[in-house]
């Protein structure tokens, strides 16, 4: 489970993109499907998921190039279960 253990309220990736991204007249329904950059996901012949460690190593990254103005939403993943149970910064460089 993703918030196992947890007790009371618990901000999802979704609720943390949202309430940040409002600002710039962004609702719930214009956010789409996440681009998980970093997650090891895996979808089991049954249609569960599974998510394991990251494959990534401390140090690796990705580089993209915005071809138009755009807004970008950043988030890490809000369940402690899927970052061994620790919550970890993402660092992001934005060159103009």
Known sequence: MLYEGHEGYHPSWLENLTENLNRFGIKKDDIPTT???????????????????????????????AETDLVVGVTACSAENFNNHTLKQIDLMVYG
């Open 35 to 65: 681009f998980n950059v970093f997650m090891n996901v895996e979808v089991l012949p049954s249609g569960e998921i599974e998510s394991g460690p990251p494959l990534s190593k401390p140090g690796d990254f990705v580089d993209l190039r």
